[in-house]
């Protein structure tokens, strides 16, 4: 099945990227239900899956809002408003979700289902507000615990997409940028035809302009969103995406133990996988008072960002460390 996105002069001038968490909240959920888990997503996965299931999200809201595959909700991927959205905003948009777009989800959901809702979407479609602020507690909770001590990473990614795709529209101009989002997307005769026939995406009584949203885990799919008079948007899978999650050996770190010394360098060099202080402990030979004054020091030089999961606080290593290690001279 293919559909078509007529766009205009004035549409192509209102094109625009934006960076949301709340598609990657979606999309990563997504994948972390998939039966195998996509191969480029295996290590984060097996990282993130216990955290999960020890505190219930396996089997929570976003368990019956997200399925393996067919209809996600349109409410829980509302118009980012800014270039590069904060999850707290795009949270307060989804809690203010009126109910007639939610009864349109259920719906629909209902429909790929073929029977009756799960009991807590039942609660939703009778009570949406008080459901929506519960959805979006436990939205919070599930980024703590198998997206923020990653964002840093998963960000970056992100950002050098949307700069590549600009200077590739800047010398092929917009047609030519949106002909290469995807390998189900074509441009031809003003019109954007996508080939999906989960694309489904029409430009009758919808905004004007393109919304692109790069994701690390959308691949290997393009998603669409359409709803009434709001820009329509296009995630698609972010370039770079599969190189996320790959361990980044730093043969030169020693190089910046006469600086931090050679203890915070280890735990830095560690920090490549977000852990506690007892994991980080036992792999290092140190005693986790230990650990926590170096990762004290780490943090506030900005190297290094915490992360509470559950019981636990998640230590991981930020951008700008990242930045610094890959920046070392070879030897």
């Given at each position: 099945?293919?559909?078509?996105?007529?766009?205009?002069?004035?549409?192509?001038?209102?094109?625009?990227?934006?960076?949301?968490?709340?598609?990657?909240?979606?999309?990563?959920?997504?994948?972390?239900?998939?039966?195998?888990?996509?191969?480029?997503?295996?290590?984060?996965?097996?990282?993130?899956?216990?955290?999960?299931?020890?505190?219930?999200?396996?089997?929570?809201?976003?368990?019956?809002?997200?399925?393996?595959?067919?209809?996600?909700?349109?409410?829980?991927?509302?118009?980012?408003?800014?270039?590069?959205?904060?999850?707290?905003?795009?949270?307060?948009?989804?809690?203010?979700?009126?109910?007639?777009?939610?009864?349109?989800?259920?719906?629909?959901?209902?429909?790929?289902?073929?029977?009756?809702?799960?009991?807590?979407?039942?609660?939703?479609?009778?009570?949406?507000?008080?459901?929506?602020?519960?959805?979006?507690?436990?939205?919070?909770?599930?980024?703590?615990?198998?997206?923020a001590p990653y964002?840093?990473?998963?960000?970056?990614?992100?950002?050098?997409?949307?700069?590549?795709?600009?200077?590739?529209?800047?010398?092929?101009?917009?047609?030519?940028?949106?002909?290469?989002?995807?390998?189900?997307?074509?441009?031809?005769?003003?019109?954007?035809?996508?080939?999906?026939?989960?694309?489904?995406?029409?430009?009758?009584?919808?905004?004007?302009?393109?919304?692109?949203?790069?994701?690390?885990?959308?691949?290997?799919?393009?998603?669409?969103?359409?709803?009434?008079?709001?820009?329509?948007?296009?995630?698609?899978?972010?370039?770079?995406?599969?190189?996320?999650?790959?361990?980044?050996?730093?043969?030169?770190?020693?190089?910046?133990?006469?600086?931090?010394?050679?203890?915070?360098?280890?735990?830095?060099?560690?920090?490549?996988?977000?852990?506690?202080?007892?994991?980080?402990?036992?792999?290092?030979?140190?005693?986790?008072?230990?650990?926590?004054?170096?990762?004290?020091?780490?943090?506030?030089?900005?190297?290094a960002s915490s992360?509470?999961?559950?019981?636990?606080?998640?230590?991981?290593?930020?951008?700008v460390a990242d930045?610094?290690?890959?920046?070392?001279?070879?030897?």
């Open positions: 099945m293919r559909t078509g996105l007529p766009l205009s002069v004035g549409d192509l001038a209102l094109t625009r990227f934006a960076v949301s968490p709340m598609w990657e909240v979606v999309t990563s959920f997504r994948a972390l239900a998939a039966d195998p888990v996509p191969e480029p997503h295996r290590r984060w996965a097996a990282q993130v899956r216990p955290r999960l299931a020890a505190a219930g999200l396996d089997r929570g809201w976003l368990a019956d809002l997200v399925p393996p595959r067919g209809h996600l909700p349109d409410f829980l991927n509302p118009v980012p408003g800014e270039p590069v959205a904060e999850l707290a905003g795009e949270l307060a948009l989804v809690r203010a979700t009126g109910p007639e777009q939610v009864r349109r989800d259920l719906d629909q959901l209902r429909a790929d289902r073929r029977g009756p809702l799960p009991a807590r979407l039942r609660a939703l479609e009778r009570e949406p507000t008080e459901a929506l602020g519960r959805i979006t507690a436990e939205i919070g909770t599930y980024w703590q615990l198998a997206l964002w840093s990473r998963v960000r970056a990614v992100l950002e050098a997409d949307v700069l590549r795709r600009a200077r590739h529209a800047a010398g092929a101009g917009s047609a030519g940028m949106l002909g290469e989002l995807h390998g189900t997307v074509r441009w031809a005769d003003g019109t954007l035809h996508l080939s999906e026939r989960h694309c489904a995406v029409t430009r009758i009584a919808t905004g004007a302009g393109l919304l692109l949203i790069p994701s690390v885990f959308a691949w290997p799919r393009l998603l669409t969103r359409v709803v009434g008079a709001q820009t329509p948007q296009l995630c698609y899978p972010a370039l770079g995406a599969g190189t996320v999650w790959e361990q980044r050996p730093h043969p030169r770190a020693e190089a910046l133990a006469p600086v931090l010394g050679r203890t915070r360098t280890r735990l830095l060099t560690e920090l490549d996988t977000p852990a506690s202080t007892t994991e980080l402990a036992a792999r290092c030979g140190l005693s986790p008072a230990a650990v926590s004054q170096h990762l004290t020091a780490l943090r506030a030089a900005g190297l992360h509470r999961a559950g019981r636990q606080v998640l230590y991981a290593r930020t951008g930045d610094w290690l890959d920046a070392l001279p070879e030897a």
